[in-house]
């Protein structure tokens, strides 16, 4: 320990002694880390968003159905409803984890409004169901559900625009019932909605489930909508879930399964993000490559004396590498601090962004940078000056005494 200590004390003289080579290589460390910090936290804004969105204004945090309605749901959709009853999904003497449970009955048919008919897909809710998942849906004129008025249905933007429809109109929806045969319901368009995805606002819509029940002429529901007080305890409620539930009548699905889009744009950044590490430690390389080689060339004499006074070729080794790793450690330190500041500041204010392809509405973007991010760049700066290190570290270690001490003639 004392010999470590010893190291990175000459290796902290030498870096105060050549100040601006120091200064340069700390600042191209520093520079490197503050904009991976902001990259990686804008990004990891976006996934927490994203994940929000998706939980909140669908999902729920997990959903539970009868088993294969996922896969073959949407073909047979009468063959996986669920009872009407919710059985008591809580433990008795447990903490309360699960904030509420939400059926929810998924169809499709024809809505006309004097004379254009058009295809829907459609969910019957609980009309309470817009004070307990919000999320991204938003009504963009008229009013929500009522549980006074179960004749009440909100359209997507998209869908109303094109029924040349307005708040207070009638419409008439055409479904097929669970016994083959059609059946209509005549319902009043009480609001317009519209989500962070275009094309479906161009074809869904909402009611009260009561109202679909009767439409379809069926009991009960598609999904049970599982939301939680916490995201973080999804997987926990799960196993619990899928350990007291009958794996024959039920099956229980985390969102993050479910939410096909979340996870191939998860995919697609975090790609994004390693090809920015491996730039921004490339950059690392080459400044301390340089500053580093520009200390062996500068101190041959004083690296030939200090071997002819005993010093072995491992020690000298061992300082340099040293000294790299404080250039990394003072530049990390250094870029996580500002990054930090920055972000809070950047996140204060806010971001305005574009509406992203295939969405109707920009949004205010923010920083959030995690323990890991700050972890990860921190270790990314020194573990970048320690490799840029290793060369010219060991190039001073193979000097001949000799020749090192007669360099300063």
Same mark, same amino acid.
């Given at each position: 320990?004392?010999?470590?200590?010893?190291?990175?004390?000459?290796?902290?003289?030498?870096?105060?002694?050549?100040?601006?080579?120091?200064?340069?290589?700390?600042?191209?460390?520093?520079?490197?880390?503050?904009?991976?910090?902001?990259?990686?936290?804008?990004?990891?804004?976006?996934?927490?968003?994203?994940?929000?969105?998706?939980?909140?204004?669908?999902?729920?945090?997990?959903?539970?159905?009868?088993?294969?309605?996922?896969?073959?749901?949407?073909?047979?959709?009468?063959?996986?409803?669920?009872?009407?009853?919710?059985?008591?999904?809580?433990?008795?003497?447990?903490?309360?984890?699960?904030?509420?449970?939400?059926?929810?009955?998924?169809?499709?048919?024809?809505?006309?409004?004097?004379?254009?008919?058009?295809?829907?897909?459609?969910?019957?809710?609980?009309?309470?169901?817009?004070?307990?998942?919000?999320?991204?849906?938003?009504?963009? %004129?008229?009013?929500?559900?009522?549980?006074?008025? *179960? /004749?009440? =249905? $909100?359209?997507?933007?998209? &869908?109303?625009?094109? @029924? +040349?429809?307005?708040?207070?109109?009638?419409?008439?929806?055409?479904?097929?019932?669970?016994?083959?045969?059609?059946?209509?319901?005549?319902?009043?368009?009480?609001?317009?909605?519209?989500?962070?995805?275009?094309?479906?606002?161009?074809?869904?819509?909402?009611?009260?489930?009561?109202?679909?029940?009767?439409?379809?002429?069926?009991?009960?529901?598609?999904?049970?909508?599982?939301?939680?007080?916490?995201?973080?305890?999804?997987?926990?409620?799960?196993?619990?879930?899928?350990?007291?539930?009958?794996?024959?009548?039920?099956?229980?699905?985390?969102?993050?399964?479910?939410?096909?889009?979340?996870?191939?744009?998860? %995919?697609?950044?975090?790609?994004?993000?390693?090809? *920015? /590490?491996? =730039? $921004?430690?490339?950059?690392? &390389?080459?400044?301390? @490559? +340089?500053?580093?080689?520009?200390?062996?060339?500068?101190?041959?004499?004083?690296?030939?004396?200090?071997?002819?006074?005993?010093?072995?070729?491992?020690?000298?080794?061992?300082?340099?590498?040293?000294?790299?790793?404080?250039?990394?450690?003072?530049?990390?330190?250094?870029?996580?601090?500002?990054?930090?500041?920055?972000?809070?500041?950047?996140?204060?204010?806010?971001?305005?962004?574009?509406?992203?392809?295939?969405?109707?509405?920009?949004?205010?973007?923010?920083?959030?940078?995690?323990?890991?991010?700050?972890?990860?760049?921190?270790?990314?700066?020194?573990?970048?000056?320690?490799?840029?290190?290793?060369?010219? %570290?060991?190039?001073?270690?193979?000097?001949?005494?000799?020749?090192?001490?007669?360099?300063?003639?």
């Amino acid at each position: 320990m004392d010999r470590i200590r010893l190291d990175f004390l000459l290796a902290f003289r030498n870096m105060v002694r050549h100040k601006r080579r120091s200064a340069i290589a700390v600042g191209a460390v520093t520079f490197g880390i503050i904009a991976l910090i902001l990259a990686a936290g804008f990004i990891e804004w976006i996934f927490w968003g994203m994940q929000e969105a998706t939980i909140q204004s669908q999902l729920g945090h997990i959903q539970i159905s009868r088993p294969g309605y996922q896969e073959a749901g949407k073909a047979d959709p009468y063959a996986y409803l669920l009872p009407d009853a919710i059985p008591e999904l809580e433990p008795a003497n447990g903490p309360r984890q699960i904030k509420t449970i939400i059926p929810r009955l998924s169809f499709g048919g024809l809505i006309s409004h004097g004379d254009a008919t058009l295809s829907f897909i459609g969910e019957g809710v609980i009309p309470e169901e817009k004070a307990i998942l919000s999320g991204s849906v938003e009504i963009s %004129a008229g009013e929500n559900l009522s549980v006074d008025d *179960l /004749k009440g =249905i $909100i359209l997507g933007v998209g &869908l109303g625009r094109n @029924l +040349n429809v307005n708040i207070g109109d009638k419409v008439v929806l055409l479904a097929s019932t669970a016994s083959r045969g059609v059946n209509a319901v005549e319902v009043t368009v009480r609001g317009l909605f519209s989500t962070v995805n275009k094309s479906y606002d161009d074809i869904a819509l909402r009611m009260p489930i009561e109202t679909a029940r009767q439409l379809l002429r069926v009991k009960g529901s598609h999904v049970w909508v599982v939301l939680l007080n916490d995201t973080a305890k999804t997987d926990t409620v799960l196993q619990r879930l899928r350990d007291s539930l009958q794996k024959s009548d039920f099956e229980a699905v985390p969102w993050y399964v479910l939410a096909d889009f979340y996870n191939k744009t998860v %995919a697609l950044f975090t790609k994004q993000i390693h090809g *920015l /590490k491996l =730039i $921004i430690a490339f950059i690392i &390389l080459l400044a301390i @490559l +340089n500053a580093m080689t520009m200390s062996v060339m500068e101190r041959i004499g004083e690296i030939g004396t200090d071997m002819a006074l005993g010093a072995r070729r491992i020690d000298v080794l061992r300082r340099f590498l040293s000294e790299g790793i404080l250039l990394g450690g003072f530049g990390g330190l250094l870029g996580v601090t500002i990054g930090v500041a920055l972000a809070a500041m950047i996140s204060s204010i806010g971001i305005p962004m574009p509406p992203p392809p295939g969405t109707t509405r920009g949004y205010t973007g923010e920083i959030l940078v995690t323990w890991n991010i700050a972890f990860e760049s921190l270790l990314l700066a020194i573990g970048a000056t320690l490799i840029a290190s290793i060369y010219p %570290a060991w190039k001073a270690s193979r000097m001949q005494i000799v020749d090192a001490l007669r360099h300063n003639r």
